[in-house]
């Protein structure tokens, strides 16, 4: 048993990742998976976008879900739970909003092309 670093709460050793030392020795991260995902996470968010834990946390719950088909969880492929993608500029970094994995994917499709969009509004529309 060890106690996270995070959490503070006592947990078995397998929930915990291995840490290999330049020396070859084997460690325990002191935070626990999930409390060490969440650290990964709010780093990446900071350095990548300069954006809290809380600020993406209060953009989702402004935004009602995913910015596009407000979906409110984020099941991909086989079910499993990932944060919203951050949708940003990527000529000037400007974060734009929360999106889905499918809504992510469909606006990287497009080329982020707002005419491309409209073209395929206007076609979807003909077809009906």
């Known amino acids: ?12 050793l397998t929930e915990y990742y291995d840490q290999v030392r330049p020396s070859g020795r084997v460690n325990k991260h002191g935070a626990c998976k999930p409390c060490y995902k969440d650290k990964v996470r709010a780093a990446r968010l900071l350095a990548r976008y300069n954006l809290t834990m809380d600020e993406y946390d209060t953009m989702l719950i402004e935004q009602g879900g995913c910015a596009i088909c407000k979906t409110q969880t984020n ?27 499918t809504c992510n ?24």
Not at 111 to 120: K, P, Q, V, Y
Request: charged content about 25%.
């Open 75 to 101: 099941a991909y492929g086989g079910g499993n739970n990932r944060m919203f993608a951050v949708d940003h500029d990527h000529s000037t970094g400007k974060v734009r909003g929360l999106l889905c994995q």
């Open 1 to 12: 048993m060890k106690v996270c670093s995070v959490c503070g709460v006592s947990k078995e």
């Open 105 to 128: 994917r469909m606006i990287g499709l497009a080329r982020d092309s707002s005419e491309i969009l409209r073209r395929a509004v206007s076609y979807l529309e003909i077809q009906r």
